[in-house]
């Protein structure tokens, strides 16, 4: 499920909501993306997330599968009812296989496992920046 | 029947079978027919009272009526030994005696005390009019004048008077059937007043010594009375078949109906027999009114329970009186181990009979007790079986901690410090020697290798997929990762409780485990099934065999995780034919 990047170095207006209670990885993620041109957006948990991506209209969110207060399936749900239109990458350290019909149940656009994530391989779900 | 009293009962048999030959002398009553009945009359009596001395141990009546059985005997002894010194004398002195003990037995049957004291005083009247026409008779009869004369002196003579002797003999002959008379009312009286459960037994009892007591009052009156007057009222008195009709109906009447008594007597056996079968079934409380009033006949006998310090309440837990005995009533209580655990109330009557009471509220104490026993065994399993669901459920949510806490602790550092490293070798780019940049790419490496070593160790404590998708994907996904090629069919959908579902989960995972290290095989098939509220878990190889849940701990823990999870664990294994483990797992409500 992890894409191949098809546009390597998007333009710097394309937004990502980076949703994941752990501040570590929020960090490396926030650096590994503005190096890219990315503009980083963060939220620290589910409602957090949800809030944000209603306020930031980002072009892309990175969606932990373990939140604390809800899990990620059943956020990605609650953006998709809730209107939003960028796609939801689900990432997580447990593989694809053992999360594949939440995963699809979820309506996510995809998911990269956390150990594989890089520039690229976001870059692919963005396609060509407008 | 023990080898004593059946030779009591065999020895009036015996001993007129041997006697018979010999009875051919003079006297007026060697008509043979007369002879049988008189034996048969004691035999009878013999018979009842051991039949009673079985079924009433405790009583002395079963004795009484024996000894009355062997005394009756004692008037016959001058057919016997008509010629041997005294004995005619003692014959005919003290036969009779067997009324006083027949007299006691009607009024205290099928038990041993006199219920009332008139009754001790009537037996005692019937003793006293006995022992005074004994002493009387001994000391005033002449050979020849009241018995048969046999050439031997009376020893005993004081007062040599035929007149004084025969009319005095008349006088108490006569105050005796006046006291067993008295015996016989009392008898028909004291029929009214005991329990339904004595009274049938003692209706032919009392029919027959009501039968005993009038017409020996009838026959004594008859003899008082002057021969003419006699012969008018019974003018059948002198013919020769007199005797016989008279030993039937006076003799008979009452040792028949002791022995019908007795024959109809409960043993303490049967009652407990009863008692026991009526238990069948529970709740014991519900079933044990109904069953004493079976067993002992009592239909207005109740059983009431403590119900704390003061308050008893009957069988179906309705409030009720505190437990007293009343006149007629009486309260036997029902003790274990230093309580009163409930309390018999019940005819007074039933006391006549300590045996029965005795082995009743024995049984209905140990039907208690194992009540009690049950009880807490049961709940003792139940807390046991509790218990280990507990300890299985803490197990579980402990390696769900730790899973998680791997998940969101050193997997989370590990991944950051990936993404970092990675960052870091771009940022190099190619300005970095080719030393750092191997090193760099080594570190990665690494870190990439503990990452899934991590997750495969989080995996196996609580597989995601186990908990995101369910049982049946987790399956697939242990079957996919087994190296031996594995079949697998699930033949239901959707999700179970998540015990059942981590329960057949690990079974299934340690059944592969197994294969892979141990069974050599070619091929595994799993199966989960649903049938009648059970899920049925199916690992089956065609490996090496042989393996034994006592040999490795891995099969044994998954013997107990299935038993703690309230299902059954197998395990098919012999040696070059595979193995099958199997669970079958409750899955509840």
Known sequence: MTAHPVNPRPGPAHTVLVIDDHEGFRLRMRRLLEREGYRVVEGVDGADGIRRAVGERPDLILLDVNLPDASGFDVATRLHSGGATAPIILISTHPATDLADSIRRSGAAGFIDKADLSAPAIAAFLGSPS | ?589
């Not at chain 2, 005033?140 to 025969?166: C, E, K, S, V, W």
């Open chain 2, 1 to 589: 029947m023990t080898s004593w009293r059946r030779l009591l009962i065999a020895a009036p048999v015996v001993v007129f079978a041997a006697t018979w030959p010999l009875i051919d002398g003079p006297g007026f009553r060697t008509d043979a027919l007369a002879f049988i009945t008189d034996a048969v009359t004691g035999w009878i009596l013999v018979a009842a009272g051991l039949v009673t001395w079985s079924r009433r141990p405790d009583s002395r009546t079963g004795v009484w009526l024996v000894a009355a059985g062997y005394l009756w005997y004692v008037g016959d002894l001058y057919f016997v030994l008509p010629s041997v010194s005294i004995v005619p004398l003692l014959s005919f002195g003290l036969r009779g005696a067997y009324d006083v003990l027949l007299a006691a037995a009607l009024l205290t049957f099928p038990g041993s005390r006199f219920s009332r004291r008139p009754a001790r005083l009537a037996v005692l009247g019937v003793a006293a009019t006995w022992g005074a026409r004994a002493v009387t008779f001994l000391i005033t009869a002449r050979p020849g004048f009241g018995y048969p004369d046999n050439g031997t002196p009376n020893p005993f003579l004081l007062f040599d008077d035929g007149a004084l002797a025969h009319n005095l003999d008349l006088d108490l002959t006569m105050a005796r059937g006046v006291a067993i008379l008295i015996v016989g009312l009392m008898a028909a009286v004291r029929l009214t007043r005991v329990s339904p459960a004595t009274r049938r037994v003692l209706m032919p009892v009392t029919i027959g010594g009501v039968i005993w007591a009038t017409t020996t009052f009838l026959v004594d009156l008859g003899a008082l009375v002057d021969a003419n007057v006699r012969g008018q009222l019974l003018p059948w008195a002198h013919a020769a078949w007199w005797p016989v009709p008279e030993y039937l109906v006076r003799g008979s009447a009452a040792p028949v109906g002791f022995l019908v008594g007795a024959l109809m007597l409960r043993t303490a056996r049967s009652a407990v027999v009863d008692l026991v079968t009526g238990f069948e079934g529970r709740p014991l409380r519900a079933r044990l009114e109904p069953s004493l009033r079976s067993a002992i006949g009592d239909p207005g006998l109740r059983v009431l329970y403590p119900d704390g310090d003061t308050s008893w309440s009957d069988g179906t837990g309705r409030t009720a009186g505190a437990p007293t005995a009343s006149p007629g009533i009486a309260a036997t209580p029902i003790i274990s181990h230093g309580q009163t655990r409930a309390v018999l109330l019940h005819d007074a009557a039933l006391l006549e009979d300590p045996g029965l009471v005795g082995a009743v509220t024995a049984t209905v104490r140990l039907a208690i007790d194992n009540e009690q026993l049950t009880e807490d065994l049961e709940a003792q399993l139940e807390e046991t079986r509790a218990s280990r669901r507990r300890i299985v459920d803490a197990a579980d949510a402990e390696r769900q901690r730790i899973e998680r806490d791997l998940h969101d602790g050193a997997q989370q550092r590990l991944v950051s410090l990936a993404i970092s490293l990675r960052m870091l070798g771009d940022s190099l780019g190619d300005e970095a020697s080719s030393e750092v940049r191997d090193e760099l790419s080594a570190a990665g490496t690494e870190l990439r290798e503990a990452i899934e070593e991590l997750r495969e160790l989080a995996h196996g404590l609580d597989p995601a997929i186990l908990r995101e998708s369910g049982l049946g994907p987790a399956v697939r996904s242990l079957a996919e990762r087994c190296p031996t090629p594995t079949r697998v069919r699930i033949e239901f959908d959707g999700r179970l409780a998540r015990p059942i579902e981590a329960t057949a989960y690990f079974v299934v995972a340690e059944a592969l485990t197994n294969v892979t290290k141990h069974a050599s095989a070619t091929a595994v098939a799993v199966s989960l099934r649903l049938d009648g509220g059970h899920l049925l878990v199916e690992v089956e190889d065609d490996g090496l065999g042989g393996a034994s849940a006592a040999s490795g701990s891995g099969l044994r823990g998954l013997a107990d995780r299935v038993a703690a999870a309230g299902g059954r664990f197998d395990l098919g294994s012999v040696a070059g034919r595979g193995t099958r483990v199997a669970a079958v797992l409750p899955i509840g409500q």
